[in-house]
């Protein structure tokens, strides 16, 4: 795992976007990591996602950047393909108060759309670094890429 960037949360949790190569494919990892006396280490809350559907999520989250008025409400902000049965749906929502930004994975079954519980909800006042962090993962991602194509 390479970090890429590291957004500090809370005084214990961090969310750390990185890259790995898993069963031969480049990605990149969003997750939440914890700094507890109790346990040091990665969560089960992240996404991985590859080339195209990260570009989406870089454009998608560009445009609330521009039009921060829209995080003002609980709103679907995009779905981007993820594969052939699952998608990324990235949203507004209200969480005890608090509205948070919402990346979390949705897989389409034969009973119906259902939300896995892969993804990561941030508060709506990291947009902008996880943004940052975000765009620093494509530059990494489209080099390793290109020069893999070289």
Request: one cysteine or more; aromatic letters at 8%.
């Amino acid at each position: 795992m390479d970090k890429i960037y590291e957004i500090r949360l809370t005084m214990t949790t961090s969310l750390v976007i990185s890259m790995s190569e898993w069963k031969g494919s480049l990605g990149v990892d969003i997750r939440k990591f914890v700094d507890s006396a109790d346990y040091q280490g990665p969560t089960k809350q992240g996404v991985r996602i590859h080339g195209n559907a990260l570009r989406k999520l870089v454009e998608t989250l560009q445009i609330i950047a521009e039009k921060p008025d829209v995080l003002t409400q609980e709103i679907q902000l995009a779905k981007i393909a993820k594969n052939f049965d699952s998608d990324i749906v990235v949203q507004v929502v209200e969480y005890q108060g608090v509205k948070r930004l919402d990346v979390r994975e949705q897989v389409n079954t034969k009973k119906g759309v259902i939300f896995t519980t892969k993804g990561i909800s941030i508060p709506i006042d990291f947009a902008g670094s996880f943004l940052e962090g975000l765009h620093e993962a494509l530059w990494c991602y489209e080099s390793i890429k290109d020069q893999e194509n070289n």
